[in-house]
């Protein structure tokens, strides 16, 4: 048996194994097939394919247009660049920037400003060695000394911010600045400022402190300064890698732009031919000839292409780098489609663009049901762990942490892995995973972690069927002898002792141990837990005893406070309680006592007024075979007949009523087939519902439904039903009658059947008096009826096990009753 169940537990977990290898791999190889990874220009671009490029050729399809829209807006970022480190399309160390143009590139200058004028060149070494400064103390007298006596200023003749043009722009025309000085209003003040380490001079030789002769202008010139060098240094970086990888031979893009400032035309291309003069050149015509091409000339408002890249794409992209594109613009762009002479994105493009991977969506719905598979498998293995009965307390069990930490430990063997490989080989985590072997390692990883994750959940699963999560846990032991601890400090001395003597302890020790350092303050905190847990441990036992007084209250008055765990106090609290308890039961007892008189003295009354009432029926019985003539006597006879009938089932209900109160029944439960039972007792009701004009439905969850009941008081249960509806339903209506199976917290299940039926008089009357003795439905009392049926059927009902339970609704009458289903 044990052999079995092995291998069933091991074909499970191994099926379990292949469906995450499964899933896993066609997740990735999913992502992998439906997207291209390039690397362009030093970064990684991730492109989607899309289906609907199948029908179209690569030049037309959205994958070629992103790689396209990608690479102009490198371009114009090279574009950029070289602005600002070339002269006549060549870099120019010697260059002259003035920085606070520059770091405010973005933003229009005002017409007077304070600024450092310096090479290129200078900015690039200072950017990459990096910027020191000294912390130094100033007199006023220092500060003096050190600042200039006058403030430097540049005005441009001509700062023009219309047209595309800006500040930045203005400062890079020649002769186009005015330098002044300004003396300063007052002297500097002393005290502690961080002075730039001036590594490099400006153009005229000078440091900053030489150009302003305040503080706050000196701090402000050195954030310009550090600003510009540092930008200027990550642009100057990527410039070289842009200005290879856009090179007429490694690229297969072209691009032609010029830019107009203050008359003179500026002209940045990778085309050889095209950088010196191009008159009687038609440059839109050699651009077409590439194959795809993009024309935009913003000042003529023309904007031509034969992609599908339109011309807010361009405009958006052009702006992002503004400050180096005035309107006076001319862009030409072109890819060489005809030859694709070059390695670059365009070609690497092409050679994804096949690998779309067809019967996704199938594929998706397979890998649903191998999930789905999955969690179905890993529910009934859940479910059919067993619960070992008999286990060996001597044999070592692995104990819960040690469970928790293996199984985590072999679940992070994959991620450790792929951490390692990135960072041996300098490789980021999207290569890795668009490497061809990499769907085959998240396989063997899947594969890796499900054993490590259902070890885990199956491990504690079966600790906590066999009651033993806790009691394998070294948390238990630990927390076993601090509660030791807790408890032996309490006992039934006097209340001041036991509170304020640990308090001002706790108090005093907290003190000391702050004093430490930290080491103190993490004992303190150990300490302040175990004061925590000694408090939680009395408001436990407090809820304990409160939960036994919620029990009473609802009527359990058996219920009793185990006091052999409780301590302190709530030992003579959980005393008191069940004192009290006993005493309600007693009273309890005392009142059932009393109710069994009450029923014996009914039982006995009523049986004695059985025998001369079963001599009057029978009397007039004997009268009824006389030939009587006279019509008057015959309804006296009838009368007779009736209210005696009607006397002797009064008196059966009572002595009913009274054995049931007393507990003076038998109940003998079996398994019931309810739905062929409630089918036999409508059949039996039949000529009483045509009678009445009544029509009953009945409706059942399953063909065969078993309960478990004393068949001979079920019968009597539901005859008082029926009669009951054959009483007082609306005549002509339908009497619906359900049995439907219910479970209760997920544990037992259950039968329930319902009766429904329209009163024929109003119901002016509560549910809960209804099943009272001696009360009816109809006050005038018209109808038939002891008014104790519906009372012998909850008290029948309750006797074998069940609930009854009766529902209002206007005229619409319910009544509810509920046994426990017996399996079959």
């Not at 008089?761 to 009826?785: N, Q, V």
Request: charged share 20%.
């Amino acid at each position: 048996m044990r052999k079995k169940g092995f291998r069933y537990s091991v074909t499970m977990r191994i099926i379990q194994h292949i469906l995450a290898a499964f899933v896993v791999f066609i997740i990735i190889y999913s992502v992998v097939g439906t997207s291209v990874v390039i690397n362009s220009a030093g970064k990684d671009v991730s492109y989607n394919l899309y289906e609907s490029d199948k029908s179209r050729s690569y030049e037309e399809s959205y994958l070629f247009n992103n790689i396209l829209g990608n690479n102009m807006s490198n371009v114009f970022r090279l574009v950029a660049e070289r602005t600002q480190l070339e002269t006549k399309g060549q870099y120019n160390g010697k260059k002259v920037i003035d920085v606070t143009a520059y770091a405010s590139k973005g933003s229009v200058l005002p017409g007077d400003y304070i600024t450092a004028n310096y090479y290129l060149a200078d900015l690039l070494n200072w950017g990459k060695s990096g910027f020191e400064y000294k912390t130094l103390k100033f007199t006023d007298e220092d500060s003096s000394k050190f600042l200039s006596p006058v403030t430097t200023y540049t005005h441009l003749k001509n700062n023009v911010v219309s047209g595309g043009m800006n500040s930045y722009l203005s400062s890079q025309l020649d002769d186009n600045s005015l330098i002044f000085t300004i003396s300063g209003n007052s002297a500097p003040e002393g005290g502690t400022y961080n002075i730039l380490t001036q590594r490099y001079k400006t153009v005229d030789g000078k440091n900053i402190e030489n150009i302003v002769s305040t503080w706050e202008d000196y701090n402000l010139l050195a954030s310009y300064v550090e600003e510009s060098a540092n930008n200027l240094a990550l642009n100057f970086a990527e410039y070289g890698k842009l200005i290879n990888y856009y090179s007429y031979q490694n690229s297969n893009l072209r691009y032609y732009i010029t830019r107009m400032i203050n008359g003179k035309t500026e002209v940045y291309t990778n085309v050889e031919e095209l950088k010196n003069e191009t008159i009687g050149v038609n440059i839109l015509e050699k651009f077409k000839r590439y194959g795809r091409y993009i024309y935009y000339c913003p000042y003529e408002f023309q904007y031509e292409t034969d992609t599908l890249i339109n011309e807010n794409t361009v405009r958006s992209v052009i702006n992002t780098y503004g400050y180096a594109y005035p309107d006076q613009i001319k862009v030409y762009l072109g890819v060489d489609t005809k030859e694709y002479p070059a390695s670059d994105d365009f070609t690497k493009g092409k050679a994804s663009f096949s690998k779309y991977m067809p019967y996704r969506s199938q594929i998706y719905i397979v890998c649903g049901l191998a999930i789905l598979s999955y969690l179905i498998i890993f529910t009934v293995y859940i479910v059919k762990i067993p619960v070992r009965e008999e286990l060996v307390y001597g044999k070592k069990r692995i104990p819960t942490e040690i469970l928790l930490l293996v199984c985590a430990l072999l679940m992070a063997i994959p991620f450790i892995v792929v951490g390692a490989v990135m960072t041996a080989w300098n490789v980021s985590f999207d290569k890795i995973f668009r490497h061809v072997l990499f769907p085959y390692y998240g396989m063997v990883s899947s594969v890796v972690i499900d054993i490590g994750l259902l070890s885990l959940v199956y491990g504690l699963v079966q600790k906590g069927k066999d009651k033993v999560l806790w009691e394998d846990s070294f948390l238990k032991k630990i927390v076993a002898i601090f509660r030791e601890m807790i408890l032996n400090t309490t006992n039934n001395g006097s209340v001041i002792i036991r509170t304020w003597g640990p308090y001002a302890l706790f108090v005093v020790l907290n003190f000391l141990l702050f004093r430490i350092g930290i080491l103190g303050i993490v004992i303190a905190g150990f300490f302040d837990m175990l004061v925590g847990l000694y408090l939680y441990r009395q408001n436990y036992d407090r809820q304990g005893i409160i939960h036994v007084i919620e029990n009473i209250k609802k009527g359990d008055v058996s219920a009793k406070v185990d006091v052999t765990d409780l301590h302190s106090d709530n030992v003579n609290l959980a005393e008191a309680v069940n004192s009290i308890g006993e005493g309600i039961k007693i009273a309890v007892n005392t009142s059932m006592k009393d109710e069994k008189l009450k029923a014996d003295l009914i039982t006995n009354v009523s049986h004695d007024i059985k025998t001369p009432l079963t001599s009057i029926i029978n009397y007039v019985d004997l009268i009824k075979r006389e030939n009587i003539d006279n019509k008057k006597v015959k309804e006296y006879v009838e009368v007779l007949e009736t209210k005696s009938q009607k006397l002797k089932q009064l008196t059966e209900d009572l002595v009913e009523a009274s054995k049931i109160s007393s507990g003076n029944i038998s109940i003998q439960l079996g398994t019931i087939d309810f739905v062929e039972f409630i089918n036999q007792t409508i059949g039996e009701f039949y000529e009483k519902f045509e009678t009445h004009t009544l029509t009953p439905i009945f409706k059942h969850e399953d063909m065969s439904m078993c309960i478990s009941a004393d068949a001979r008081h079920l019968w009597r249960v539901i005859e008082n039903l029926l009669n009951n509806v054959c009483k007082y339903a609306l005549p002509g209506t339908r009497v619906y009658m359900d049995m439907v199976y219910i479970t209760e917290d997920s544990k037992n299940k259950k039968v329930e059947f319902s009766i429904k039926n329209i009163s024929e008089s109003e119901l002016d009357i509560g549910a809960d008096e209804l099943t009272e003795r001696f009360i009816r439905g109809d006050e005038s009392r018209t109808t038939e009826g002891s008014g104790l049926g519906l009372s012998i059927a909850k008290n029948l009902t309750i006797a074998q096990g069940g609930e009854f339970d009766i529902r209002l609704d206007g005229d619409l009458f319910k009544v509810v009753i509920v046994f426990d289903c017996v399996e079959q």
